[in-house]
Nanobody, 124 residues
């Protein structure tokens, strides 16, 4: 079982930036697909960004051009740089290793148990 620990959330004003981190308990190079999910209160958990080991990056339409997913293979951390934040970006953000992904619909199947997530609040 891989342990995932998210951090970096907080409260920012619209237009601000945050960088989320996801620390993994194992060598990140093991994982071919990784992703960040967002869950607003009372809504489902949606995939917003995905990273593949061959370098592909995929984003939900709502975050394209504003969010960037990357990884640090030395620190074993997956990042999500979020710029130009909007109130609708608020929610709890979770990372996971993906069993599979449909890039057309931006849906991904998580492989491991969820971490605690990190809360992002964007005020208008």
């Amino acid at each position: 079982q891989v342990r995932l620990v998210e951090s970096g959330g907080g409260e920012v004003q619209a237009g601000g930036s945050l960088r989320l981190s996801c620390a993994t308990s194992e060598n990140i190079l093991r994982f071919n697909l990784m992703g960040w999910f967002r869950q607003a209160s009372g809504e489902r958990r949606d995939l917003v960004a995905a990273f593949s080991s061959i370098g592909d990056r995929n984003y939900a339409d709502s975050v394209k051009g504003r969010f960037t997913i990357s990884r640090d293979t030395v620190k074993n951390i997956l990042y999500l740089q979020m710029n130009s934040l909007k109130p609708e970006d608020r929610g709890v953000y979770y990372c996971n290793i993906l069993r599979s992904i449909n890039t057309a619909t931006m849906t991904g199947l998580p492989l491991y148990s969820w971490g605690q997530g990190t809360q992002v609040t964007v005020s208008s």
